[in-house]
């Protein structure tokens, strides 16, 4: 079924509809201006079953999202709790599967148009990258991303991913897995799609939620894992370019992203340019806790 879209099934304005016959007009905002919001969210095969991870934290991001784009509907937790589930039972999913939650404006408006709402929630199946267990090669971008000025980083809103979109073709093209954006004040914010840790003395670094950076669900996970499970120190600060080039450890986090090892930053090796201790104690955290092989102890995740 994963490679088979045209046999799955897409909740749609209120209704289920076959993939194909999920669609929306060109002329609508949505399309024009890139006036939509979205999620995404994993939902993971568990001895218990199919679960979803951080549903609650997830809508509720959604929620804000829609606020802050001014959405003259806003579809709400309670509205997209019991859609998100149905998603996975009505494709049958039995394995790691990505779930898009998207709201967004319908119509033929103008790029301030608050409406009409239109929503939709699709989800394909997603296997587990191969850079995950052999680390990623990231080029440093000379594409800066976006400030809380120009647009709001904390909001998944389409247009945005236009700034990742940008650092992500250019690190490809100059022969690198992906990217890494600086901020407007020349320190580092985050990847393309992902949120940026390092290990410096033993201590697991990350940007400040105020360094232009979406404030990431995954981001928050794996901070908790480090503090909680596995006994490290976290420190939310700075970081320097210069300073990317001393890290002992490197990886990214993110729905889709997981834990990610960094091999290489701009040719450099990071630390003996493979994934070290720290990235790999906190993979197995991770993925013990997503994929049901520990206690929930803090009601993350949802049975489907």
Not at 67 to 81: G, P, W
Request: charged content about 25%; glycine content about 8%.
């Amino acid at each position: 079924m994963a490679g088979d879209k045209e046999n799955l099934t897409v909740y749609f304005n209120g209704e289920w509809v076959p993939w194909a016959d999920a669609k929306v007009h060109i002329f609508t905002p949505a399309v024009k201006y890139g006036a939509g919001v979205f999620e995404g969210i994993c939902a993971y095969k568990t001895p218990d079953g199919m679960s979803v991870f951080r549903l609650k934290e997830h809508l509720a991001r959604l929620e804000y999202s829609q606020r802050v784009m001014r959405f003259e509907r806003i579809y709400t937790a309670a509205d997209l709790t019991e859609p998100v589930l149905e998603v996975v039972r009505r494709n049958g999913f039995s394995e790691t599967v990505h779930i898009r939650p998207t709201v967004y404006v319908d119509g033929i408006g103008e790029a301030g148009a608050p409406g009409p709402i239109g929503v939709a929630v699709t989800a394909v199946e997603r296997k587990r990258a191969a850079n995950t267990e052999t680390g990623c090669r990231v080029q440093v971008s000379s594409w800066q991303r976006i400030s809380d000025l120009s647009m709001p980083t904390r909001v998944k809103a389409h247009a945005n991913y236009n700034n990742s979109r940008f650092a992500t073709t250019q690190a490809r093209q100059d022969g690198y897995d992906t990217a890494l954006l600086m901020n407007a004040k020349g320190q580092v914010a985050e990847g393309p799609a992902m949120c940026f840790f390092m290990v410096r003395d033993g201590k697991v670094v990350t940007p400040s939620i105020t360094s232009s950076i979406l404030e990431s669900i995954t981001r928050d996970t794996v901070l908790t894992l480090c503090r909680e499970e596995l006994g490290l120190e976290t420190v939310e600060r700075d970081i320097d370019r210069s300073e990317l080039y001393a890290a002992e450890e490197a990886f990214f986090c993110g729905t889709a992203w997981e834990v990610t090892p960094i091999a290489e930053i701009d040719g450099l090796p990071v630390g003996a340019g493979k994934p070290g201790p720290v990235v790999r104690s906190l993979q197995t955290a991770y993925f013990d806790l997503v994929e049901g092989r520990v206690p929930d102890k803090r009601g993350w995740r949802t049975p489907v």
